[in-house]
Structures are given as C-alpha cells and as structure tokens.
C-alpha cells in the first residue's frame, strides 16, 4: 500500500507558475503508474498527466505544452511543472498511483492510492 502526499499548491496570477510535488511512501515509483489529477469548482475531476513505468508521459489536451510531468524514482517523488497557468487551471489536483503500466491513464478507478491533495488558484 502506497501512502502520497502532495505539496507545492498556493494562488498564483495568470501567467505564473508552480510545481507541485507528491511524496510516496516506502515502494520504489518505477514500477508504478502516476497521474495528476485536478476537480475544479463545479467540474467532474479528470486527468492532468501521467508518466508510465519507461518514462513515457501521457498529457491532456488542455494542458500540453504548459505542463510537465516528472519522477526522481530514487527520492519516490513525482513532480508536475506548471507553466504559463490560466485562472481554468484553478482546482485541487491529487496525485495518484497504480500498479504496472499507464494503460487508460485517465480512468481514475484504475488508481487505488490517491494523495489528500493541494489547492491551485490562478487569478
């Protein structure tokens, strides 16, 4: 069982940037599949990114080009960089994990370890 916790959220204006970070607990995060997931007010939640076991990464169209997605496997941390943030990026984003590969990365019943999550606010 896989314990994460996410950090780095806060209120940014438009333009702006931040990283946000989310710490596992004891197993090793290159066997594992990790998302960012972001719930907007009054908006279902839905896939942000995701980078398979190989490295590969996986990004919404909303977001490419202005977000990325990285692991420090030795550290167990996963990292999202957000660039260039629009005040619709504003929501809670939640890191996630599974076991094996990125298939179907933004069916988020595929996750059974989800972090507590961090607030963004772009004004």
């Known amino acids: 069982h896989v314990q994460l916790v996410e950090s780095g959220g806060g209120s940014v204006q438009a333009g702006g940037s931040l990283r946000l970070s989310c710490a596992a607990s004891a197993h090793a995060y290159s066997s594992y599949c990790l998302g960012w997931f972001r719930q907007g007010p009054g908006k279902e939640r839905e896939g942000v990114a995701a980078?398979?076991?190989?490295?590969?990464?996986n990004y919404a169209e909303s977001v490419k080009g202005r977000f990325t997605i990285s692991k420090d496997s030795a550290k167990n941390t996963l990292f999202l960089q957000m660039d260039s943030l629009k005040p619709e990026d504003t929501a809670l984003y939640y890191c996630a994990a599974r076991g094996g590969a990125c298939w179907a990365w933004k069916d988020e019943d595929l996750y059974p370890q989800w972090g507590q999550g961090t607030q963004v606010t772009v004004s």
């Open positions: 980078i398979d076991t190989d490295g590969s990464t």
